[in-house]
């Protein structure tokens, strides 16, 4: 748990007390420690993107040292756009997603499938507008040299338990390397679908170098400018 109340109102750009009233309604996900709420970040961030919330840029800030971190446009081109996926339920459509995923031949398709199901049973990842965004509560972490984002527009729109009632007919599928890599790009890619530009290409169903030049617009407008000596 590493966010407190100051941190997580930061990231939402709320006062502490709006922070504390979702808290009391039981709206948003909270532990009590030491007398003390804190917040898991991944949650946070999940359940911010379902209430169509736009966080702080300062999620954006990379620290100093760890494992690089890549852009949602690198990401989206190492994972590919796959168009007209099959599938005729929740179930049969993230294994369609799964097998045309570029993975290395190392990884466990199936264990992914797995974890990618065992998410949904705890609650939707689908965010509203017809997208959804699959990943575990705790970060999918493979044997992978970079993330990749891998965005899958549907045959035919599927029922997913969206927040808004709408069936979905997009999917963007992350998998990291390690846990701050996955944050980093479920942060960009949460702001980047609260951004109309890149919404309308994807409600849009664009090519891949629209969606491409779109996600390079993201990256561009939450990347830190280059510091000087």
């Known amino acids: 748990m590493d966010l407190s109340v100051k941190d997580s109102a930061q990231l939402l750009r709320v006062s502490e007390k709006t922070i504390y009233r979702w808290i009391s309604q039981g709206k948003l996900p909270a532990y009590r420690v030491s007398e003390q709420y804190r917040f898991n970040r991944a949650e946070l961030l999940e359940w911010a993107t379902a209430q169509k919330i736009n966080v702080s840029a300062d999620i954006?800030?990379?620290?100093?040292?760890?494992?690089?971190?890549?852009?949602?446009s690198e990401a989206i081109k190492s994972g590919g756009i796959h168009y007209r996926v099959g599938g005729g339920d929740k179930a049969s459509v993230l294994r369609a997603v799964v097998d045309v995923m570029r993975l290395p031949e190392q990884v466990d398709r199936q264990f992914l499938l797995e974890v990618l199901l065992a998410r949904e049973s705890l609650g939707s990842t689908a965010v509203g507008g017809g997208i959804a965004i699959p990943h575990v509560r705790n970060p999918i972490v493979m044997h992978i040299q970079r993330p990749i984002v891998t965005l899958c527009f549907l045959e035919r729109d599927i029922e997913f338990g969206a927040i808004d009632g709408q069936p979905v007919h997009t999917l963007f599928t992350i998998v990291s390397p390690t846990v701050r890599a996955h944050l980093h790009l479920l942060a960009r890619l949460a702001?980047?679908?609260?951004?109309?530009?890149?919404?309308?290409?994807?409600?849009?169903?664009?090519?891949?170098?629209?969606?491409?030049?779109?996600?390079?617009s993201i990256d561009r407008s939450v990347s830190p400018p280059p510091s000087h000596a």
Do not use: C, K
């Open 191 to 216: 702001y980047a679908l609260r951004q109309p530009a890149f919404a309308r290409v994807i409600a849009g169903h664009g090519s891949r170098d629209e969606i491409v030049a779109a996600s390079e």
């Open 60 to 72: 954006f800030a990379e620290p100093e040292g760890g494992d690089s971190l890549v852009g949602l």
